[in-house]
């Protein structure tokens, strides 16, 4: 009797055991096809499309507007042009102004506790206002940084020089904001020289307008 349980139990597990190996292939191999089925094909590239390869990247900042029909010496261009303009000492230097210059600019600097009634800084003002400078007409701090906007004309003036016309606007300090709603456009020339890599701002033709309005 025993032997015959012995030979329905091996039997019972062998069939266990061939059911196991042959249907778990088949599972696994329908389960494969589906999954490839499911997956996402990128579509390919559009023909004549680059290969962007490395670390690109994309600046927010706009490139400056320039005249279509300019003819730019080699190794300027309108970046390198706004890059020599923007680190030229005077063009960086920033417009400031006093609460006597401008009745806007006092009302500015009296609401945020920056000088006293009498036009003097604060301690308030000292601290938190960067670039302010004790003027004839009172302590003057920076109201607005000039803008560039691009190149307007490319004049060869000889040995290597060149007269180029930029435009500009003056950009105000988020705290003045409200004195000037629409900034006008100003113009300045200056006289490149050099040549290739080595170009540099010589000298202003006329100073830049200072004026805010």
């Known amino acids: 009797m025993s032997d015959v349980r012995l030979v329905r139990t091996t039997a019972v597990l062998l069939g266990i055991a061939l059911l196991f190996l042959v249907l778990t292939p088949k599972l696994c191999e329908r389960a494969i096809v589906n999954a490839r089925k499911q997956q996402v094909v990128a579509p390919p590239p559009p023909p004549g499309a680059e ?42 230097e920033p417009l400031r102004m006093s609460a006597n210059d401008d009745p806007s600019v006092a009302k500015v600097l009296l609401d945020r506790g920056y000088i006293d009634p009498t036009g003097a800084p604060t ?69 490149f020289a050099g040549g290739e890599r080595n170009w540099v701002i010589a000298n202003y033709i006329w100073p830049p307008d200072r004026e805010l309005r």
Do not use: C
Not at 68 to 91: C, K, M, N, S, T
């Open 51 to 92: 290969t962007q390869t490395g670390l690109v990247i994309k600046s927010s900042t706009p490139a400056p507007v320039s005249a279509a029909d300019l003819h730019f010496p080699p190794g300027l261009d309108p970046a390198r042009i706004q890059y020599l303009v923007e680190i030229d000492r005077l063009y960086a």
């Open 123 to 191: 301690r308030e003002g000292l601290i938190n206002v960067n670039g302010g400078v004790q003027s004839a007409n009172g302590w003057a701090v920076p109201v607005a940084q000039r803008k560039f906007l691009g190149v307007e004309r490319i004049d060869d003036a000889g040995d290597n020089r060149y007269d180029i016309t930029v435009r500009w606007r003056w950009e105000l300090m988020p705290a003045f904001a409200s004195i000037l709603s629409r900034p006008l456009d100003h113009q300045l020339k200056a006289q």
